[in-house]
């Protein structure tokens, strides 16, 4: 039960008696003004539940009674929980109440309230009614209304919960069962390898077999659901997918094996709730344990699928607000409403059938049936949604019509290979037909919420999306093609793809609604997006509502962002025209403070009902196509690049920019295998590593079944290699890899982390230029790159290297400029900065002194400029810096040569003095396991024996991205052991154990002297 924590002396009771005090003092005292403060202090109660109050709510009594009242409580999105009904001093509250019961308010919950008085009825009764002038009855009254529940719906409820955290162990339990059959029942392995088949055809030829035992849980789990607590017993027979697993599931029973000895197991899950659902008469209640199921069974079961495909409930104020803009566009644009004949609807992505359904209330109950039957349609690619979508929308229709009618505009079958799909057998014939009947419509709304994720961040799990001939050709040649940035990976996101194949779909004219992740509108990777948006499309509105947790670590997922998740999210509305074409497309953004909590993102969602009520800013893209412009220096423009993709592809004599070739830090892909503080411990693990992937080859290339996929074959024991597409594609050729001990390199892992590297061809998945910068140890002593880190999530920074840096090296991609370049054995040394940037400079300058050392040093000091990083903040966090003339090149140059050096041989400064606090108890110890500041940052706890005091807090100021450098050393000199792989990886040096102590001296010291030399640096003018 839902407890209110709430106390008399609790700052929302107090400041609702502060309230009502200043609007007595202000004369307002009608209830208007009133019960604002009432208002309030629902909200707060509320937000203890994640709860909304939605203010001035329509509520449908009868077909013909719509009754307004002041406030609803909404419980988990769509169910109500309570009325409020505000009155003021004025009003005899007794009489009210009975006034508004003649009208036909319900007395399920309801709470009356004026300034002075509470009245409650609940169940049909009245419960309460007393003075609220003491907070002590306030609360009480309050509590009385929030925490009450129905009987019938408190056990239901409970059980629904119970269910919801038993479904992880439910579906294990049934894939034992089913693993253990396969073993053994010879009938339900051959049945089993049909079922398989038909999926594979149909559905995803890649699927595995885990894959299809997943979907054949889903069956056993919602037909039993359907059966028992929906009491449609009817349903495996009418949907016709339904009927085709039944005829497989039938098929496995035997005299061994039956469905419900099969399923007895897990009967006593069900039982509870098949009991409580006996008492539910409310169909919402119900289906609201269904979107539970529907999330809660993959979030909690099938984790991978979750991921790939996005499972998760949208919410009820998100789906009504594009239902209605939707509506809103037609009528205004188009002259059309979502009732008329020939507006066909499709949702590619259905879930669990929420946005249909809200269209189905939206549309007129004499045009429902004629859409319903022709024009309404949806896909959904997996089984377990797919029947609650099916159900869903049949009792939609049943509640409006009162007639059954089985919804044939739902079909199983994955929405980007539908082409593809079609020339298969889509399962059963008359699904190919729905499909095909669906691709011969002219669909004019595309509505819906696609799937989003980032992509697999581990070979190992091997849960890669899934690819698409004809939809990533599309986005191959459109989006990335017309892309300018380095790097495009976050263009195979399937929402990239909803979008790219729906702007395809609706042909010439048209609207497409998708609630989506936001990074669409502003990150770099997607100019080209934002570029074939505008043009395909007559006008774009976005509606930003925020909630990225990685560009703005003070938000929190669950609080702010609407879908409880750590991406942003925005509603997107673009829509098509055939007559009355702009020349240009008019592109609108709206947004809402970050920092709201997603239940006023809601709220706001709802009072501003659709689209027109947003307030939209009108954006003018620029050359590069960025919509957000806003924070962006146009004079950066006309500094010189630091390097482009055109030099560094050019042949020749290079020109336009300062460095000819740059490229990012190694990235290895098994981090945790290619590098260790320890050489020995390093030689060790690649070794195994390699010994693995040598005789996954051998095994590759005398496997039987030349059909196998390498996915599907390889071993995925985290202990003994790490996977990379790179890896198994080496695999698939054949090659077979030595382990080189010449190939023990040197490396920067992070600032001021020196750490053992891997670096080989096979065993790193990208080594970018490095193979020609730093080809052999010798080139260390010479050659210096700097590093910069440009990325939207954290601030701007640059470092120096002589060693070979990861991808990473600055806390996140980092981009390197060396100064030589050189062949792969060492020989043929270049310089990288171009004959041209110095004639420029020298020109410039009227130097020509000038050499192309200064000029590199030069750069290294402009980079740290607090001027630069500050006014330039935006620019940089869009493309690589650019470098403006300062008046005193000198004056900047001696400046950079002094930073590089003491950044580069930092292991060579004077340690700063700092106090030993030494722990007598404790014998003498220089072992690092993880250090620790105290809290006022004075002083570093380094081990139980030892404190390291009086450090001066201007070191914190040397800051490399989101961490100061003795950040950074606290924070990579620790003891690590992987969990996946069991690897350990220790900074303490068993031949020098004072080197952490040492290095936390010195790197104060450096700290100290740069942040000097920075704020020396001259003027940037
Ligand atoms: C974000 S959910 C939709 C949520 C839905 N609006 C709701 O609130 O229930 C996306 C759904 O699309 C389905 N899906 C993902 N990729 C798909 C594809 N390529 N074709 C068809 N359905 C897909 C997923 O299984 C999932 O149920």
Redesign the pocket.
Known sequence: MAILNLKPTHKPVKLYYQSLKKFIQLGAVNEGAVKVAFADLLTACCQQFNWMLVQENSIQLTKKKLIRVDGLLVRDDTLKHGIWEAKDSEDDLAKEVQKKFKQGYPKDNIIFQSPERVIIWQGGKQVYDGEITKPEALVESLKLFFEYRPPQIENWEKAATEFGERVHNLGEKLVELIQSQRKTNKKFIAAFDGFSNIFRQSINPNISDAAVEEMLIQHLLTERIFRQIFDNPDFTRRNIIAVEIEKVINALTSKSFSRNHFLEEVDYFYLALEEAAKTIKDYSEKQHFL?TV?EKFFQGFAVKIADT??????PQSI?DFMVRSVDEILKKEFKKSLSDKGVHIL?????????LMRVMREIRKTALPDKYKDELHC????LL?YYIAAMNIEHEYLEATKQYQPFEGICL????SVQEALQLDLFTPENTQRVQRQQDSEIFVVI????YNMGQVNENDNNKNRKYEEVDRRVAQTYSKDSNAALKNKLSD?YVKAFRWAADRIKDEGIVAFVTNNSFIDAIAFDGMRKHLAQDFDAIYVLDLGGNVRTNPKLSGTTHNVFGIKVGVSINLLIKKKEGKKSQCQIYYGNVDEFWRKEEKYAYLEKCQHLGEVDWQEIKPDKKNTWLTAGLQADFETFIPMGSKETKAAKGEATDTIFKIYGRGVGTCRDVWAYNFNPDELAENIQRTIATYNEQVRKWLDRQDKSLKVDDFVTYDDTKISWSGDLKDHLKRGIIVEYDQNHIRQSLYRPFTKSCLYFDARLNNRRYQFPYIFPTPETEKENRVICVVNEAQIPFSSQITNYIPCLHYGGRQTQCFPFYTYDEDGSNRQENITDWSLDTFRQEYQDSAIAKWDIFYYIYAVLHHPTYREKYADNLKRELPRIPYASDFHGFANAGKRLVEIHINYEQQPEYPLTFIENDEVPLNWRVEKMKLSKDKTQLIYNDFLTLANIPPKVFEYRLGNRSALDWIIDRYQVKVDKRSDIENDPNRLDDEQYIVRLIGQVITVSLETVDIVDNLPSLD
């Not at 896909?379 to 997996?382: A, G, R």
């Not at 079958?413 to 980007?416: A, G, L, W």
């Not at 819906?448 to 799937?451: K, S």
């Open positions: 979107n529907y495909h996005g499972i998760v409930y949208t789906v949702d590619p992505f259905v879930g669990t059938g929420n946005f896909n959904e690619v997996m949604p079958v994955d929405t980007f819906g919420n696609p799937p399937p």
